[in-house]
């Protein structure tokens, strides 16, 4: 079945960029779109974004200065650059497959299992 | 766009039902049929327990179900069981190709 695979560095100095990439097995990266979440410690769930295979995205309108998405398909896999960090970005971040595919968005399954991601000097 | 407003915790006995609320706007939850809603256990990924308002995906039980009445939608977990203990999230289409996660319920199994 789909599994999904976050990596990245867990500590990032605040002013500077987060990097993290999604693996993707057992499925092709082409028939979904593919998407980031996260939560920060003690919060809520925030959508942060969604890819296409194509290289369409759309992000939360909140976030969406900082935020570049892009895909590799021939690795399989997906990436998240948020810049000028803060303390407040600190989180688990998630990547997620976002379906049923067929250009729609209706539900985000499976889930990777996070990778914390904490800003901090 | 702001999260959707959840109750922090809700509990309920082991065999009894519980609810827990989902609400929004007319932008969202009231605007689409596209509420969905996870499961988190402490330390694993969430799980897809409802799409669309009201559909199980595969392997979900049929205790678990959804609906929506305005801008309100509702998880129902009916004959709990000590398993469900949980944080439970929705989630909302938003417009313009965007989401919104509510806040999040601790369920407690008494």
């Known amino acids: 079945q789909v599994q999904l695979q976050e990596s990245g560095p867990g500590l990032v100095k605040p002013s500077e960029t987060l990097s993290l990439t999604c693996t993707v097995s057992?499925?092709?990266?082409?028939?979904?779109?593919w998407s980031w979440i996260r939560q920060p410690p003690g919060k809520g769930l925030e959508w942060i974004g969604y890819?296409?295979?194509?290289?369409?995205?759309n992000c939360n309108p909140s976030l969406k200065s900082r935020v570049t998405m892009s895909v590799d398909t021939s690795k399989k896999q997906f990436s998240l650059k948020l810049t000028s960090v803060t303390a407040a970005d600190t989180a688990v971040y998630y990547c997620?497959?976002?379906?049923?595919?067929?250009?729609?968005?209706?539900?985000?399954?499976?889930w990777g299992q996070g990778t914390l991601v904490t800003v901090s000097s | 766009q702001s999260a959707l407003t959840q109750p922090r915790s809700v509990s309920g006995s082991p065999g009894q039902s519980v609810t827990i609320s989902c609400t929004g706007t007319?932008?969202?939850?009231?605007?689409?049929?596209?509420v969905s809603w996870y499961q988190k256990h402490p330390g694993k990924a969430p799980k897809l327990m409802i799409y669309?308002?009201?559909k199980r995906p595969s392997g979900v039980p049929d205790r678990f179900s959804g609906s929506k009445s305005g801008n309100t939608a509702s998880l129902t977990i009916s004959g709990l069981q000590a398993e469900d203990e949980a944080d439970y999230y929705c989630?909302?289409?938003?417009?313009?190709?965007?989401?919104?996660f509510g806040g999040g319920t601790e369920l407690t199994v008494l």
């Open positions: 669309n308002v009201s």
């Open positions: 890819i296409y295979y194509s290289g369409n995205t």
């Open positions: 997620a497959r976002a379906g049923p595919g067929g250009g729609t968005i209706n539900w985000f399954d499976p």
């Open positions: 007319s932008s969202d939850v009231g605007g689409y049929n596209y």
């Open positions: 057992g499925d092709s990266i082409s028939t979904y779109y």
């Open positions: 989630c909302s289409y938003a417009g313009s190709y965007t989401w919104v």
